[in-house]
């Protein structure tokens, strides 16, 4: 149990207020979709997708879906070209995602596009969700609302059993109609891909934009898919008390440096950091980066796992 009262939200009027009120704010709701519930946050705040990794436990440092209640506020978001606007068309509202250029000046917090120049968007068709969406006037990130490593819920009931205490509030949308994962598309200049199989098939995008293009690199622009894109293409000493002369400092807590994840040593700010302070030492002149040592202890976990990749 965390130390938050988790509201129970009828789906009425006053429940999509009160969840449209709370999300604004930078709090966490659990919202329905016509797939899975979702654990919504501002997803331009920072500090708002630290409050996701928070509770659900562990973060995947993947990409998170970035909802919106039309395709105009997509497109303040992303670049659209014409497939874009066409899919949009076809298939928005409802469960196809897809993976577009970001839009220069978008605002959305770097963790939530895991540091890449992409941005993964959704135009849901829930009602519940579509009005929370309307009310709130922010986009929203939301990956599953769940414990990391448990099942994905379908029900306020599945929400409450792992994330009870831990969320601001659950908006009860009753069971979820599909119960799997949004399609997942990524165009890019010349192709597209499929990345994440879901409710709408290959084969209808394919009578659409004809057939995918199929790049070995690219398979880590969506949640649930393994990313090799941690390395600053520098070398990477870990566990260090300072940096040497030639080396960016990436402190955290009481070991200072030229980017700190978290100087109050709190591992959700670190993790919603990551991103931030490796492009930093990507962009820096010194040759070679320096990590202070983070705890092995919960979310440290995660977040060592990905620096070893960096280091590797």
């Given at each position: 149990?965390?130390?938050?009262?988790?509201?129970?939200?009828?789906?009425?009027?006053?429940?999509?207020?009160?969840?449209?009120?709370?999300?604004?704010?930078?709090g966490l709701v659990a919202l329905p979709t016509?797939?899975?519930?979702?654990?919504?946050?501002?997803?331009?705040?920072?500090?708002?997708?630290?409050?996701?990794?928070?509770?659900?436990?562990?973060?995947?440092?993947?990409?998170?879906?970035?909802?919106?209640?039309?395709?105009?506020?997509?497109?303040?978001?992303?670049e659209f070209d014409d497939r874009a606007r066409?899919?949009?068309?076809?298939?928005?509202?409802?469960?196809?995602?897809?993976?577009?250029?970001?839009?220069?000046?978008?605002?959305?917090?770097?963790?939530?596009?895991?540091?890449?120049?992409?941005?993964?968007?959704?135009?849901?068709?829930?009602?519940?969700?579509?009005?929370?969406?309307?009310?709130?006037?922010?986009?929203?990130?939301?990956?599953?609302?769940?414990?990391?490593?448990?099942?994905?819920?379908?029900?306020?009931?599945?929400?409450?059993?792992?994330?009870?205490?831990?969320?601001?509030?659950?908006?009860?949308?009753?069971?979820?109609?599909?119960?799997?994962?949004?399609?997942?598309?990524?165009?890019?200049?010349?192709?597209?891909?499929?990345?994440?199989?879901?409710?709408?098939?290959?084969?209808?995008?394919?009578?659409?934009?004809?057939?995918?293009?199929?790049?070995?690199?690219?398979?880590?622009?969506?949640?649930?898919?393994?990313?090799?894109?941690?390395?600053?293409?520098?070398?990477?000493?870990?566990?260090?008390?300072?940096?040497?002369?030639?080396?960016?400092?990436?402190?955290?807590?009481?070991?200072?440096?030229?980017?700190?994840l978290s100087p109050g040593g709190d591992l959700?700010?670190?993790?919603?950091?990551?991103?931030?302070?490796?492009?930093?030492?990507?962009?820096?002149?010194?040759?070679?980066?320096?990590?202070?040592?983070?705890?092995?202890?919960?979310?440290?976990?995660?977040?060592?796992?990905?620096?070893?990749?960096?280091?590797?």
């Open positions: 149990m965390g130390d938050k009262h988790t509201e129970m939200l009828g789906a009425d009027e006053a429940g999509v207020a009160r969840a449209a009120e709370l999300a604004r704010a930078g016509e797939t899975v519930y979702g654990l919504a946050a501002r997803a331009d705040r920072a500090e708002a997708v630290a409050a996701i990794y928070r509770a659900k436990g562990r973060p995947d440092f993947n990409p998170l879906i970035v909802h919106v209640p039309d395709p105009a506020a997509a497109e303040t978001l992303a066409m899919l949009a068309g076809r298939f928005w509202p409802g469960p196809l995602t897809m993976v577009l250029p970001l839009r220069d000046g978008a605002g959305i917090a770097p963790a939530v596009t895991a540091g890449l120049p992409t941005i993964a968007l959704r135009c849901p068709a829930h009602p519940l969700m579509r009005a929370v969406l309307e009310q709130a006037g922010v986009p929203l990130a939301a990956p599953s609302a769940n414990r990391s490593g448990s099942v994905s819920p379908t029900t306020a009931d599945h929400v409450l059993a792992t994330l009870d205490g831990r969320i601001d509030a659950v908006l009860d949308g009753g069971p979820c109609t599909q119960g799997l994962e949004s399609t997942i598309v990524a165009l890019r200049e010349g192709g597209w891909q499929l990345l994440r199989a879901g409710p709408i098939e290959e084969r209808e995008l394919i009578a659409l934009l004809a057939a995918p293009t199929e790049v070995a690199s690219a398979r880590i622009e969506a949640p649930g898919q393994l990313a090799q894109h941690y390395s600053p293409g520098k070398p990477v000493r870990l566990d260090a008390n300072r940096a040497e002369a030639d080396e960016f400092m990436i402190g955290f807590g009481g070991t200072g440096g030229d980017c700190n959700a700010e670190a993790a919603a950091r990551l991103y931030v302070c490796l492009h930093a030492a990507a962009a820096a002149p010194q040759p070679r980066v320096a990590v202070a040592a983070i705890p092995e202890e919960g979310l440290g976990a995660a977040i060592n796992d990905r620096l070893r990749r960096a280091a590797a």
